[in-house]
T-cell receptor
Framework: GDSVTQMEGPVTLSEEAFLTINCTYT??????LFWYVQYPGEGLQLLLK?????DKGSNKGFEATYRKETTSFHLEKGSVQVSDSAVYFC????????????FGKGTKLTVNP | DAGITQSPRHKVTETGTPVTLRCHQT?????MYWYRQDPGHGLRLIHY???????DKGEVSDGYSVSRSKTEDFLLTLESATSSQTSVYFC??????????????FGPGTRLLVL
């Protein structure tokens, strides 16, 4: 079945450092890809998404590009802030008609001042 | 923010007792979902609903049942709670427009401890 593999955490960075969180996927169809973020004590919220190959999703300084050739959707940010400390989840949705999301295990990011 | 509430937000119960968690939405979205979140597993789908009285199983449905008698409410029942069901449970909704991949919006979660 469809699956998502994220880099294992936790990741600890200093403020203004560059962030990359790797995400690769396995899917039989042509999935849409998502990054969700979970701040401490809260539910998940959508950070960005891409629905087809070569699309770039972006939001709040974060970016991710849908790479079909490498089946990847890596999350990047050029300069992280303390407020970016959270757990980040990569997910896919099979465009074959399913409304279900398949999530990676999550990557915890801590940004120190 | 999407109008999703979950109740209770925290619950402690004993093994063998039935437990019902409620998800309520004010968005009139068609799809509703129940996930559980556990360390090392991310989020896993338990059950979902694509309309009133229309539900289907997710990847970890054993020991759980659901009901949706109104668009706005989706109930998750642990028929006989076990310690392995200690988890954080999240409800999510999506609009469900045919042919469009849409965002899922998540509730704040219910933290359940089964002793």
């Amino acid at each position: 079945g469809d699956s998502v593999t994220q880099m294992e955490g936790p990741v600890t960075l200093s403020e203004e450092a560059f962030l990359t969180i790797n995400c690769t996927y396995t899917a039989t169809g042509y999935p849409s890809l998502f990054w969700y973020v979970q701040y401490p004590g809260e539910g998940l919220q959508l950070l960005l998404k891409a629905t087809k190959a070569d699309d770039k999703g972006s939001n709040k300084g974060f970016e991710a590009t849908y790479r079909k050739e490498t089946t990847s959707f890596h999350l990047e940010k050029g300069s992280v802030q303390v407020s970016d400390s959270a757990v980040y989840f990569c997910a896919l949705n099979d465009q074959g008609g399913s409304e279900k999301l398949v999530f990676g295990k999550g990557t915890k990011l801590t940004v120190n001042p | 923010d999407a109008g999703i509430t979950q109740s209770p937000r925290h619950k402690v119960t004993e093994t063998g007792t039935p437990v019902t968690l409620r998800c309520h939405q004010t968005e009139n979205h068609r799809y509703m979902y129940w996930y559980r979140q556990d360390p090392g597993h991310g989020l896993r789908l338990i059950h979902y609903s694509y309309g009133v009285k229309d539900t289907d199983k997710g990847e970890v449905s054993d020991g759980y049942s659901v009901s949706r008698s109104k668009t706005e409410d989706f109930l998750l029942t642990l028929e006989s709670a076990t310690s392995s069901q200690t988890s954080v449970y999240f409800c999510a909704i999506s609009l469900g427009t045919s042919g469009i991949v849409e965002t899922q919006y998540f509730g704040p979660g219910t933290r359940l401890l089964v002793l």
